[in-house]
């Protein structure tokens, strides 16, 4: 969560006004949940948990409210591998951020056909500088608070390799293989696009760690080459 300040103009808003005041209350909320860049997972069980922790009925009712600032053009839904994001369009032109920093979440895919429809802006949003502080994600899927498209998908960036090499104890030479082959590729396994970093990732560490066993009862040296099987994914 960060500290964010509103403008005056934001409640002088038509589009703003089109929505209810339970609508208007989130978007403000979404200030504070939103990075740098405007992005925050649009998850209904993580949202009212951070934005009405006492509110027992804020879950059930949180996708009509997504759904009012939706259809106003205040935020954008859309999916990156079966997980569900939003943004706030012309973030950066009304948020005045010190040093802000870069965004851990998938970007908004502009060319995909649910960008259309997005050219209102909901105005008045607030300037102000984020709190110290990293914004911690969920590895929990929960129910989606719209219908989107998937997006394309996004190669990871080397911080969230070494991070979830880290967990499953593939050291980094390995991580160095994989990113060399899969690069080459075009990010595809066998023929198709490569849906899950992580399950790919996961697949070349099991191997990798069957190579060294092998190896360390002294067998034969068949597992030499860091190939994976395009078959497991």
């Known amino acids: 969560m960060r500290i964010r300040s509103i403008k005056p ?13 339970e609508a208007r209350l989130l978007f403000i909320g979404l200030f504070s949940c939103c990075d740098d860049q405007g992005r925050a997972r649009a998850s209904s069980r993580l949202l009212a948990s951070r934005l009405y922790p006492y509110d027992d009925d804020a879950f059930k009712k949180l996708p009509a409210w997504i759904a009012e600032l939706q259809k106003e053009g205040c935020i954008r839904i859309y999916q990156v591998d079966g997980e569900s994001y939003l943004d706030i369009p012309k973030w950066l032109n009304h948020q005045k951020i010190d040093k802000p920093s870069a965004s ?4 908004f895919d502009e060319s995909r056909e649910d960008s259309r429809g997005f050219e209102k802006d909901c105005s008045g949003m607030g300037t102000g500088n984020r709190e110290q502080g990293e914004e911690q994600g969920t590895g929990n899927k929960e129910p989606e608070v719209a219908s989107a498209l998937r997006a394309r998908f996004v190669p990871p960036t080397r ?15 390995e991580v160095d293989k994989f990113v060399a082959y ?5 990010w595809r396994v066998g023929k198709v696009p490569m849906k899950s970093w992580p399950h790919a990732l996961a697949g070349w560490a099991a191997r990798w760690k069957e190579r060294s066993q092998s190896l360390s009862f002294g067998q034969d040296n068949r597992y030499a080459t860091s190939t994976p099987d395009d078959a497991a994914f």
Do not use: C, D, M
């Not at 103009?9 to 005041?21: P, T, Y």
């Not at 851990?104 to 970007?107: F, I, M, N, R």
């Open 182 to 186: 899969y690069a080459s590729n075009g």
């Open 104 to 107: 851990k979440l998938p970007q």
């Open 159 to 173: 911080e969230e390799l070494n991070l979830e090499a880290a967990k499953i104890g593939l050291p980094g030479t």
């Open 9 to 21: 103009e934001f409640w002088e808003s038509e589009s703003l006004g089109r929505v209810s005041r």
